[in-house]
């Protein structure tokens, strides 16, 4: 019996994505890639001409429902009755910047491609999923999921609702054969940071100017010790082929040391790591862009006439 699977992966034209695409086709099933880029799209097709499986490329963004629609209606003329084996929801992004100072309307953004546009695309193969009784979701999350970091809170409050949405689909659906994993990835080599960073001078009149300064720095020096996308592809692999996937898969597996001590440590203590992590300090930031209005004098109170009462007699 042929253990190739057929799978659909959104955002694969950079990244995580990309290498997932490859990695699988080279293991030998049918990836069919999407992504909104189509010179991109092009480039992976040719990049995968000779690997072991196949590779097709389609147009998708996750966040147009004509686009989606349409996305199905190629996979069903690539698949014919079959249909997937496995959905992967890759395509995401984040930016980076102090939770109170990041606009409605960048909020909006991220949530409508992290986690509507990851709903409506599961929404939209699930039919053809349960009408066979067999096939597998797998979400893209991040250790920012359970972990949140500062200035990642908007990025981060994304991966929280993609996990609780996980959790509650694999309840429901393990009824008619379709299992759901959480890919839960840590620091990993791509341009996920610097897109991430990308509008940070927009935060420099903020009283956290400073403090991002700083914290640009120190994340650029850290990027030198992220992995290699390959070791989430291997990640997502496993939950592709696996006869029953994991929950979740943190990788790389040192990463399970942090979801461990944050879950161990007392709450005061992991805000203080934190803050001091963000330098979020009344020395890092720019305190003085604050200003402060001095409280109101309070009045003495008045001794009531019971109180006199009570102590004349």
């Known amino acids: 019996m042929s253990t190739s699977k057929t799978v659909l992966i959104t955002g694969a034209t950079a990244g995580i994505g990309r290498t997932t695409a490859l990695h699988l086709a080279q293991l030998g099933h049918h990836v069919i890639a999407s992504g909104r880029k189509p010179t991109e799209l092009a480039r992976l097709a040719a990049e995968a001409r000779g690997l072991a499986g196949k ?42 910047g102090p939770t109170s100072e990041i606009s409605d309307a960048e909020l909006r953004r991220q949530y409508e491609t992290n986690v509507f546009g990851l709903m409506s695309v599961t929404r939209a193969f699930l039919p053809a999923m349960r009408a066979r009784r067999a096939g597998r979701i797998i979400n893209v999350s991040s250790v920012g999921g359970r972990i949140t970091l500062p200035y990642f809170g908007v990025y981060n409050s994304t991966k929280y609702a993609v996990e609780s949405l996980s959790d509650a689909l694999r309840y429901e659906l393990r009824p008619f054969g379709i299992d759901v994993a959480l890919i839960e990835p840590g620091v990993i080599r791509t341009s996920f940071e610097a897109t991430a960073a990308a509008g940070i001078d927009g935060f420099a009149a903020t009283p956290y100017g400073r403090a991002l300064t700083h914290y640009e720095k120190m994340s650029k020096a850290a990027d030198r010790f992220a992995a290699n996308p390959i070791v989430v592809a291997r990640a997502i692999a496993r939950a592709v082929q696996a006869r029953r996937p994991a929950a979740r898969y943190v990788t790389p597996r040192l990463n399970s040391v942090a979801v461990w001590l944050s879950a161990i440590l007392p709450t005061r203590a992991w805000d203080w790591a934190m803050r001091r992590v963000g330098y979020l300090t009344p020395a890092g930031l720019e305190l003085s862009a604050v200003p402060v209005v001095p409280a109101a004098p309070t009045e003495p109170r008045a001794a009531s006439p019971s109180a006199g009462a009570r102590a004349a007699s």
């Open 55 to 96: 590779l097709d490329v389609i147009p998708l963004d996750a966040t147009q429902p004509d686009s989606i629609a349409a996305a199905v209606e190629a996979v069903a003329r690539l698949t014919g009755e079959r249909g997937l084996d496995a959905l992967i929801n890759n395509a995401g992004f984040g930016v980076l």
